[in-house]
């Protein structure tokens, strides 16, 4: 029977997500429990004298109890109500907390569906506020129709619409990358490759000297490294799609884990170009993106991911996908200020590639010889603007500008440029930044 959620609890009393929600949080502890065994074992630790097969059952099972416990303990003490004027949280066992979101602090509502979830059709709501730290919450986990009705209501009430049920947004599809292709990016990059190489060679060594305790401490991380890569570059990645609607872009994604992102344009803070060594003959770049507040989940939770707005696309694409964000950019037929020659003893060869330039809409950084970056920030997106020179740089006459924006991809500096034309970067980025806001 397919899982219902309590959606017709009268909204004084609050509604409760989906029971099966505990059912998600105990495969969530086993599948914790049993990577964390897995990984004593390799580093000959685990359990003592008791058999790998048996460790791991043990595991499985403790892990799946005691998170069907806290799980089914968390759902029947969650309730979510929402009202005219706020969506309220409330929580807790022995501390209650009850968390209040006025609906004009949202700033975005993605739906995450993590494995198991998916298989019962249920799904996570992740509720961004304006702010940094704590400025998201989420509701674990609400079945996938709920999710997306919920997720069109919060929304609508965010943009001020009075809206009892909000009908799903009109979205128009930008591009469908490829698995093929994601993978073939993945596997012409230069890290896959030095991880890949570096892994067949070690194991050659191994073999060929029979050192294999001494050589396992290489493998292992290489080969640990090589995993991370394929995770986060092709699962996560696969079939992914981007759409735009009123209110922004939509990405979704996943291979076992499905996510559905929303990037309101409002909260783009800058927009960075990657085109590792190999790509570059290709015509391929990779996108990222600064959205505000994301960076900080970001590094807690290791989701990089979730600023990746294409993985891999051509450079038309690119173009297109970048003016739907910073309309009117372009990083062509710019008035480009370069390093200068003696700068090259900060980087030999890739002193060259190294320049800054800005029009009325972004200023712009580009450096890197093995992988070129290409950052753009919006001059209404300027937080502020910094110069650098340590001792080197002033016996040299070279300083570095910095246009700071929030924590992410984007690096948008000037590194090392003639300590002249680094003063007069910073004053027009100031006088650009002003102008922008006023």
Do not use: C
Request: charged share 20%; hydrophobic share 45%.
């Amino acid at each position: 029977m397919a899982p219902v959620s309590d959606v017709a609890a009268p909204e004084i009393a609050g509604l409760r997500t989906h029971p099966l929600t505990a059912v998600v949080q105990g495969a969530r502890w086993a599948a914790a429990a049993s990577v964390g065994l897995v990984g004593s074992i390799f580093t000959g630790d685990g359990w003592g004298d008791l058999n790998p097969f048996l460790s791991l059952l043990a595991a499985l099972a403790g892990g799946l109890v005691l998170g069907l416990l806290l799980g089914f303990v968390s759902w029947r003490f969650t309730r979510y109500v929402i009202d005219g004027a706020e969506l309220r949280i409330s929580s807790g066992v022995v501390t209650k907390a009850s968390r209040r979101i006025p609906y004009e602090r949202i700033q975005s509502v993605d739906i995450a569906q993590p494995l198991v979830a998916r298989v019962l059709a249920l799904a996570e709501l992740r509720i961004e506020m304006a702010g940094g730290r704590d400025s998201r919450t989420s509701l674990r986990f609400l079945r996938l129709a709920d999710a997306a009705t919920l997720r069109q209501v919060l929304l609508s009430r965010a943009h001020g619409e009075e809206v009892e049920a909000a009908t799903e947004e009109h979205r128009t599809a930008i591009t469908v990358v490829p698995p093929e292709r994601v993978v073939l990016g993945t596997v012409l990059s230069l890290d896959f490759l030095f991880a890949a190489v570096g892994s067949v060679a070690l194991v050659v060594l191994m073999i060929w000297f029979g050192q294999v305790v001494v050589l396992l401490g290489g493998v292992l991380p290489l080969a640990s490294w090589l995993g991370q890569i394929v995770a986060h570059r092709v699962l996560q990645q696969w079939d992914f799609t981007l759409s735009r609607g009123e209110r922004g872009l939509r990405i979704e994604r996943g291979l076992l884990s499905r996510t559905s992102q929303t990037i309101p344009f409002a909260r783009v803070q800058g927009v960075a170009v990657k085109e590792p060594f190999v790509w570059r003959r290709l015509g391929w770049q990779r996108l990222e993106v600064d959205v505000a507040g994301y960076a900080e989940h970001d590094s807690e939770q290791q989701e990089d991911s979730s600023s990746t707005l294409l993985p891999i696309a051509d450079r038309v694409l690119a173009a297109a996908v970048i003016d739907e964000l910073i309309p009117g950019t372009t990083t062509a037929d710019l008035v480009r200020t370069r390093a200068p020659r003696r700068s090259w003893v900060f980087a030999p060869i890739g002193w060259r590639n190294r320049w800054i330039a800005a029009d009325d809409t972004a200023f712009v950084a580009h450096e890197g010889w093995v992988q070129r970056r290409t950052s753009i920030v919006p001059h209404s997106k300027t937080q502020s603007v910094e110069l650098r020179q340590g001792p080197l740089q002033r016996r040299l006459h070279v300083a570095t500008v910095e246009v700071h924006t929030p924590k992410g991809p984007v690096d948008a500096d000037g590194r090392h440029l003639d300590e002249h034309d680094a003063r007069a970067a910073l004053v027009a980025q100031l006088e650009r930044a002003r102008a922008s806001r006023a």
